[in-house]
């Protein structure tokens, strides 16, 4: 079992930036392939990044690219989002994800969810 808690989100102003981490409660964090999702009030939920185990390839939905950028450190069993230049339609509520396998369809383990509100 892998618990996986987020934090980092909150209410930010269109054009500023937040940074959301994802920590994991196992040592074996590093086997599994790490994704952020985000759901929006009435929308489905959507893959936004994810990062391969060795952290050496990332992907991310196109909505995102340029802005965003996900990392993890293997040591600290934890992972991060990086959200620059964000909009009002990046908010959502971010779930950080964990899959055994790449790229990430159908993870194994969901954290609670941390809000993001993007303010015009």
């Known amino acids: 079992q892998v618990q996986l808690v987020e934090s980092g989100g909150g209410l930010v102003q269109a054009g500023g930036s937040l940074r959301l981490s994802c920590a994991a409660s196992?040592?074996?964090?590093?086997?599994?392939?790490m994704g952020w999702f985000r759901q929006a009030p009435g929308k489905e939920r959507q893959f936004v990044a994810g990062?391969?185990?060795?952290?050496?390839?990332?992907n991310y939905t196109d909505s995102v690219k340029g802005r965003f950028t996900v990392s993890r450190d293997n040591a600290k069993n934890t992972m991060y989002l990086q959200m620059n230049t964000l909009k009002p339609e990046d908010t959502a509520v971010y779930y950080c994800?964990?899959?055994?396998?790449?790229?990430?369809?159908?993870?194994?383990?969901w954290g609670q969810g941390t809000q993001v509100t993007v303010s015009s």
């Open positions: 994800a964990a899959s055994r396998g790449w790229p990430i369809t159908d993870p194994v383990y």
């Open positions: 196992r040592r074996t964090f590093s086997v599994y392939a």
């Open positions: 990062i391969r185990w060795s952290g050496g390839s990332t």
